[in-house]
């Protein structure tokens, strides 16, 4: 493998272009969050029912499962040489 | 007859002995041969009734059984097997490729197995061909890493054969049906499947070894060991209740494990362990829809989890590792390594149009239909959790997030082409599921692509990933750090021995100074009686041995001649 520090510009080496991408992103994100109130929705439970119920789970359960991990984190980070067997 | 009646196991095992003589383009085109001629065979000619057994003095091997179940799980593991001799055909390592046969041989003799001898047999087959895909890295660590997983996989053959003693026992039958938990031996015979299906607390091996096998043995491990206990437990044990509770756990834990991990390899097997989570909890639903979710999902995932194992074997066989920490814009010179572990990615996600969802919603749907709301919100976090750390977190630290400024070659074109045949498999059992579901072995009326279910499924994923970019962007995200997370192997890794060492210490200590009182007292008794006026007495004096065995002999002398004497 070679390491060239002064090889050819990506499009997502510029900043602009990765916040471009970002905004389509949002953008799809609102237009999702949007769908929920147009589209009939045949749902199979009455929780389903709730405006925009997996968009508000999918966003709650990501944050919730960082939080848990950072918590698990401080309960069961060792260092990386942890198990090594000195003999 | 003799044609359609050739149990799938033959092809491997001849092709790994051929494999074992032979190199070069010779042993490629055996190894090509085996799955591709033995797939084909299965696919055009076995039907699905049936049953071949060989006599062993009076018992009877059944070989070969096939239906429905078997034949699925049959089609998937050669699909698997030849692609995977594809990925691996740059290799110079003939062990590996051997083993590699093995392995995948022996899960097909698993998967054909019409009694729970037979099954046993390739059971440990499994085990003791597989760590070799351990050892060939030749290092310490792995060395280490397939001992603990040998142990575990040979304890998972032992209770088999256990259990399916205590099952014949109590039914007297062999026969590898349904199961059940009416006996002891079929809670044996789940604990082995359990085992080897990385049950909660009974997974270490996995997220162990895998992590420590060569670049690419991982995939190839990832495909059949996991799957073949899978296959056991839809055969063996569905609708039982408590597979549903033991797959909602296995599907959320490892996704707090995986968002630390840092070697990427452990990331995916953590995903993996989350993965057979929800073809177990479908296996305990036992209904029709599910079940056939579980074969679904088996079939599926078998095809995307072994696509991102490849790309990662791709990126550890060009840059040696595979530490999120260590990695980061690849993307730049292995562009097309990024764009199938993406197509994996978004498979293992569930985005509609990719095989994850088609077949993740057959479990999802059932699970409403059965009332299980409380499992089917677990397995719904469990799904953006996935979302993360095999969505997101493996493409994203390997190809994109900083750069590292390495710049490895883009993988061997074997590689690729095997990658890229998996990838297409992915996407085109995404956007024409029919096909796969004609195959599953119950009837069921379902089509996953409605406007509420993908409209739902979308929300989910893009809302979970929305989350993430706020977290990168704030930085609340935890950063990947080189280190051990502790996970149930501390038990035996440092639990244990550090007992055992106590233990011995203790031991030694109790011994030593046991020994110690002993002997002071002895010798302070002896004293005080050297001072005593008995000790001066001429009888308490001590003797030379040599004069008590005179004395002895004169006794006895003395007792033969009375003998003489008054014997008539």
Redesign the interface.
């Known amino acids: 493998?070679?390491?060239?520090?002064n090889?050819k510009e990506?499009y997502?080496?510029k900043p602009e272009n990765v916040q471009r991408l970002?905004n389509v992103?949002?953008v799809?994100?609102a237009l999702?969050?949007a769908?929920?109130f147009i589209?009939h929705?045949?749902?199979?439970?009455a929780?389903?029912e709730f405006p925009?119920?997996?968009?508000?789970?999918?966003?709650v359960?990501?944050?919730?499962?960082?939080i848990?991990?950072?918590a698990?984190?401080k309960?069961?980070?060792?260092?990386?040489?942890?198990?090594d067997?000195d003999d | 007859m003799w044609m359609t009646e050739l149990p799938p196991f033959i092809p491997f095992f001849l092709a790994a002995a051929l494999a074992l003589f032979t190199r070069g383009h010779l042993q490629s085109a055996i190894m090509l041969a085996a799955p591709l001629l033995g797939g084909l065979h299965l696919w055009l000619y076995v039907p699905a009734d049936i049953v071949y057994s060989l006599p062993i003095l009076e018992y009877q091997l059944i070989l070969m059984r096939t239906d429905q179940l078997s034949l699925v799980f049959g089609y998937i593991f050669h699909i698997a097997a030849f692609v995977l001799v594809v990925y691996t055909l740059h290799l110079k390592d003939t062990l590996q490729h051997v083993a590699g046969l093995v392995y995948a041989g022996s899960a097909m003799g698993a998967t054909f197995a019409g009694d729970l001898i037979t099954l046993f047999i390739f059971w440990e087959l499994l085990a003791v061909s597989s760590v070799f895909l351990i050892w060939a890295n030749r290092t310490t660590e792995a060395t280490?890493a397939g001992i603990r997983y040998l142990v575990y996989q040979v304890l998972s053959g032992v209770l088999l054969l256990a259990g399916a003693l205590i099952h014949h026992h109590y039914t007297g039958s062999l026969a590898f049906d349904f199961i059940g938990l009416n006996n002891p031996g079929g809670w044996l015979i789940l604990l082995a499947f359990g085992i080897k299906c990385a049950f909660p607390f009974l997974h270490t091996w996995l997220t162990d070894a895998y992590p420590a096998s060569t670049h690419t043995g991982a995939a190839v491990l990832s495909v059949f060991t996991t799957k073949v206990a899978i296959y056991a437990l839809a055969r063996g044990y569905p609708g039982t209740d408590i597979l549903i509770y033991i797959g909602a756990i296995m599907t959320c834990f490892p996704?707090?494990?995986a968002?630390?991990e840092n070697d990427l390899r452990r990331v995916l097997s953590y995903s993996l362990i989350n993965q057979l989570g929800f073809m177990v909890c479908a296996i305990g639903i036992g209904t029709a829809l599910s079940l056939n979710g579980a074969v679904a999902h088996a079939f599926a995932h078998i095809l995307y989890k072994s696509l991102l194992f490849m790309s990662m074997g791709a990126v550890m066989y060009?840059?040696g590792h595979v530490y999120a920490s260590d990695l980061g814009g690849l993307?730049?010179s292995m562009p097309k390594t990024t764009a199938l572990c993406i197509i994996g990615a978004a498979s293992i996600s569930a985005v509609p149009l990719f095989s994850g969802f088609v077949a993740k919603s057959l479990v999802m749907?059932e699970l409403?239909?059965q009332g299980q709301?409380v499992v089917w919100l677990m397995l719904?976090?469990a799904s953006?959790?996935v979302?993360?750390h095999a969505g997101i977190k493996v493409p994203f630290f390997a190809f994109?997030a900083h750069?590292s400024?390495?710049?490895?070659?883009e993988a061997p074109v074997n590689m690729l082409i095997g990658m890229f045949i998996t990838a297409v498999l992915c996407i085109a059992i995404g956007v024409q599921p029919q096909y796969l579901y004609s195959i599953l072995p119950w009837e069921m009326d379902y089509w996953p692509y409605?406007?509420?279910h993908v409209?739902?499924?979308?929300?989910?994923?893009?809302?979970?990933?929305?989350?993430?970019?706020w977290?990168e962007i704030k930085g609340?995200?935890?950063p990947e750090?080189?280190?051990?997370?502790?996970?149930a192997e501390w038990f035996y890794?440092?639990l244990v021995p550090a007992g055992v060492q106590r233990s011995v210490n203790f031991l030694h200590m109790a011994k030593v100074s046991t020994l110690t009182m002993l002997t002071g007292n002895i010798q302070r008794m002896q004293n005080k009686f050297g001072r005593s006026p008995v000790a001066r007495y001429h009888l308490s004096e001590s003797w030379p041995t040599g004069s008590m065995v005179f004395w002895i002999s004169i006794i006895l002398v003395v007792y033969l001649l009375l003998d003489i004497v008054f014997y008539k």
């Open positions: 493998m070679a390491t060239k520090p090889d990506y997502l080496d970002l992103f949002y799809i994100c999702l969050f769908a929920d589209v929705r045949h749902t199979k439970i929780l389903e925009a119920f997996y968009a508000v789970f999918g966003f359960a990501f944050v919730m499962l960082v848990g991990s950072i698990l984190r309960l069961v980070m060792r260092k990386e040489n942890y198990y067997v | 280490q996704i707090f494990y968002v630390l060009r840059v993307y730049k749907t409403l239909q709301i719904l976090f953006a959790g979302l993360h994109y750069d400024g390495l710049r490895p070659k409605d406007v509420t409209l739902a499924q979308l929300q989910l994923l893009m809302f979970a990933a929305l989350a993430f970019v977290m609340y995200a935890p750090l080189h280190s051990v997370n502790l996970d890794r440092r």
